[in-house]
């Protein structure tokens, strides 16, 4: 039995505004076989037409001129433009403008909508032809987060499955790490041509007549029972919350600043021994060149 699967009755009219309205025939209505409706529409120079067909595989438009089908939809109700076999509610072979927003939403506990990029050149392993961007929440944090996938994906041990990229909610950046406690956190090296770091508490005051140098006494002590500089953390410290750029420098320079006067005083205590030693030297000079005097 033939199965119809569009309308058995179509009416198309061209109204053209003129002084009067008048109908133009343009429109051709055959089968042309089992399980296939078909509706001819010539353009006006009936030089070619538009197919529009309904079948057993699915429905959608033929241009006569070059034999494309720009619109189909499947059997299953995935519209494909460009393409008659769509794998997705919409599938598009070709580029696309939207002039307006694009919308990934779905409620999920975990992962949410999400963006694919994917690039089926790259087969190596450990390449990521597939890119997807997620707005995470639950188990992930709530963050904007980059996957890389490469052709062995998830369920292989070897596979490329990671995050590379997140964005938390609060404005924290993780690259390497998906959960920054810091505005940038990095879990590995970075190189840069210029790092700049603010410090508004930098150490000039040590160098103010009211500020109390450390005696070298009091440093020694303070090594020998801590087993490190006054004011500078240890290495267990340093282990567990990492180093602070802009505050280590800046008591870096308060040491540095405080060991200058310390050789300062030093030169000076120095130059008086110095000169001291010079005295002693001349006053000896002296003696000895009376000792080489000869006594009548």
């Known amino acids: 039995m033939k199965k119809i699967f569009f309308l058995p009755v179509l009416l198309f009219f061209i109204v053209k505004a003129n002084a009067q309205q008048t109908v133009q025939q343009v429109l051709s209505l055959t089968s042309n076989g089992i399980n296939s409706t078909e509706i001819l529409m010539y353009k006006q120079n009936n030089s070619s037409f538009y197919s529009l067909y309904s079948n057993s595989w699915g429905f959608g438009f033929t241009n006569s001129t070059n034999a494309s089908i720009p619109f189909h939809i499947s059997s299953d109700d995935f519209i494909g433009l460009g393409t008659t076999t769509p794998t997705a509610k919409l599938d598009v072979n070709g580029n696309t403008i939207v ?6 939403s779905l409620s999920d506990p975990n992962i949410g909508g999400s963006i694919q990029i994917q690039n089926p050149a790259k087969t190596a392993a450990g390449a990521a032809n597939n890119w997807q961007i997620f707005n995470m929440t639950g188990s992930y944090g709530n963050s904007l987060q980059f996957w890389a996938y490469d052709n ?3 369920t292989d041990p070897n596979g490329l499955c990671a995050s590379r990229l997140t964005l938390m909610d609060n404005g924290n950046v993780g690259i390497g790490t ?7 956190a990095v879990n590995g090296k970075i190189r840069a041509k210029e790092i700049k770091v603010e410090n508004a508490n930098w150490p000039d005051y040590v160098f103010a007549p009211s500020y109390k140098v450390p005696t070298l006494q009091e440093t020694e002590k303070h090594i020998k029972e801590k087993g490190h500089l006054p004011g500078i953390p240890s290495a267990s410290e340093v282990k567990a919350n990492g180093v602070d ?11 540095i600043e405080e060991l200058t006067l310390h050789l300062i005083e030093k030169g000076k205590k120095d130059n008086e021994q110095q000169l001291k030693i ?13 000792c080489k005097q000869p006594s009548y």
């Open 245 to 255: 750029l802009g505050d280590m420098n800046a008591k870096l320079l308060q040491k």
């Open 99 to 104: 002039r307006g927003s694009i919308i990934s």
């Open 178 to 184: 998906s959960s920054p406690n810091e505005k940038l």
């Open 278 to 290: 010079d005295q002693l030297e001349n006053r000896l000079n002296r003696l000895l060149e009376k």
């Open 152 to 154: 062995l994906g998830c």
